[in-house]
């Protein structure tokens, strides 16, 4: 998604998760425990992936995405799909998503990343922008600092 950004990637982690229970030090039980609100998520909302089960390996793994954020008001917490995440990124100016991968058939869970959406990221590159530089003649920060005054006002 065009808007992604701040990503915080979670992959180191679950690594050291899998390595532990394959040594035994932390046991299927433990890791394999997705709660029921996880599993109705992934089974409405959920995109499936090409990534088997590190746990079972009789499934493929499915991305939940959950989204935070004070703009979403009574939605946030809630899990949504692509498209809907799409759609948020272009009317909300910044909401967290953080992505849960699942296993529909033994429960394995994980975060996978975390990152941020919206049309924040989008406003320096925006057509207004461009013109200004253009036509200032100091630009850069300069022009930053005066518009965030303006801003202010
Ligand atoms: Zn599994």
């Not at 998503?97 to 406003?123: I, K």
């Not at 320096?124 to 100091?138: E, F, R």
Request: aromatic content about 6%; proline content about 3%.
């Amino acid at each position: 998604m065009r808007s992604q950004r701040r990503i915080v990637d979670y992959s180191l982690q679950r690594r050291a998760v899998l390595r532990d229970v394959l040594s035994g030090r932390v046991g299927t039980y433990e890791v394999c425990d997705a709660s029921p609100y996880l599993k109705n998520a992934a089974r409405f909302h959920g995109e499936s992936t090409e990534e088997p089960c590190p746990i079972c390996h009789r499934e493929n793994l499915t991305h939940v995405h959950y989204i935070y954020g004070d703009e979403l008001k009574q939605s946030a917490g809630q899990a949504r799909n692509r498209a809907e995440l799409s759609l948020l990124a272009m009317t909300l100016r910044e909401f967290q998503v953080y992505v849960v991968e699942v296993c529909r058939v033994c429960n394995w869970n994980h975060l996978v990343e975390q990152y941020l959406l919206g049309r924040q990221g989008l406003d320096p590159t925006d057509a207004d922008d461009a013109g200004a530089a253009l036509a200032g003649s100091g630009g850069g920060p300069a022009l930053m600092s005066k518009r965030r005054r303006e801003a202010h006002r």
